[in-house]
């Protein structure tokens, strides 16, 4: 297909540092994108030339019993593309007929190639956290991508969303996307109990996250963007009947239906676009942590 617009990822800043090493190079990274069917391969179905797409970069073999059983984050041989295969920053990349889906009308192709990765992730983290309507949600971090999606998914669901984070600025923007209130912190203590808490920083805001949890509530957590080793009060944790939760990526179903929120109006906060020949400058820009939102490269 050829790539009108793809969005960065952390992930990205991780390949480039050789976590992990490519197995070849040269490699192109990736994940996000949505563009046009310009080329079918032979015994496609599902697609035909010009049709427009958006890319979900989950892989997977698509007949084990964990594919089957549409458990595919569970398969022997899952992987990401832009991670363990080429990725969506080129003119153009080769994907499977399952790896895409109909762009949403109405979409911009910025928007359209930046919702996949982060959204699904964040979908995952919150159906598996159980989020519920009129349940609280605080999102650790604002302004990151998947904590951006999480935000607006979470108000989709009909939850109170509070936010952190440490620059005011982004507290702001967080209220303006709907957020009820959003805590300026350096990783103290904020002043709301939450049902469930939505963190990717790992070690950093740990504290803050695990004290912010109502007795019964559900830590969720996706990454560890500035430390993977946290300590675990496990007398707080049992006694207060806490869970902590691990999630990553999402199903090929849990795709289709992101894509159906976002289809109805879920919003996709784009931070920045650059050209593609800009590359540097956007890696640049998501490795500041300045952004507020997804960082998208226009093809
Ligand atoms: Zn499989």
């Known amino acids: 297909m050829d790539v009108a617009a793809s969005a960065l990822n952390h992930l990205d800043l991780w390949l480039r540092q050789g976590l992990p090493k490519p197995k070849a190079f040269p490699m192109v990274p990736g994940c996000d994108g949505a563009g046009t069917v310009a080329v079918v391969g032979e015994g496609v179905t599902r697609w035909q030339v010009g049709d427009e797409v958006v890319i979900n970069p989950s892989f997977a073999c698509g007949r084990c019993s964990e594919c089957l059983g549409d458990r595919s984050v569970f398969c022997a041989k899952w992987g990401i593309m832009g991670e363990h295969y080429w990725g969506s920053h080129g003119e153009a990349v080769t994907v499977g007929e399952a790896n895409l889906v109909r762009k949403p009308p109405g979409l911009s192709w910025e928007e359209a190639g930046a919702y996949g990765l982060c959204g699904l992730t964040a979908y995952r983290m919150l159906r598996r956290a159980r989020l519920s309507a ?37 507290c702001l923007r967080a209220t303006e996307l709907g957020a009820v209130e959003a805590f300026v912190s350096q990783g103290g203590p904020v002043p709301v109990k939450a049902d469930v808490v939505l963190d990717s920083a790992g070690s950093p805001t740990w504290s803050l996250s695990t004290r912010a949890l109502k007795p019964g509530g559900r830590l969720v957590t996706c990454g560890g963007t500035g430390g993977v080793t946290v300590e675990v009060n496990l007398a707080r944790l049992f006694l207060s009947q806490q869970e902590v939760i691990g999630s990553t990526m999402g199903t090929f ?47």
């Not at 605080?138 to 440490?166: D, E, M, W």
């Not at 920045?272 to 300045?290: F, H, I, Q, W």
Request: proline share 4%; aromatic share 8%; charged share 20%.
């Open 253 to 299: 179903t849990e795709f289709d239906e992101l894509t159906g929120l976002v289809a109805t109006g879920l919003p996709v906060v784009v931070d920045t676009v650059y050209d593609l020949d800009d590359y540097p400058t956007a890696l640049k820009r998501l490795e500041s942590g300045a952004q507020f939102g997804k960082v998208v490269l226009r093809h």
């Open 134 to 170: 009129g349940e609280t949600l605080l999102v650790v971090g604002a302004g990151g991508g998947v904590a951006t999606a999480a935000s607006a998914i979470g108000q989709r669901f009909g939850a109170r969303v509070f936010a952190t984070s440490r620059d005011p600025a982004k």
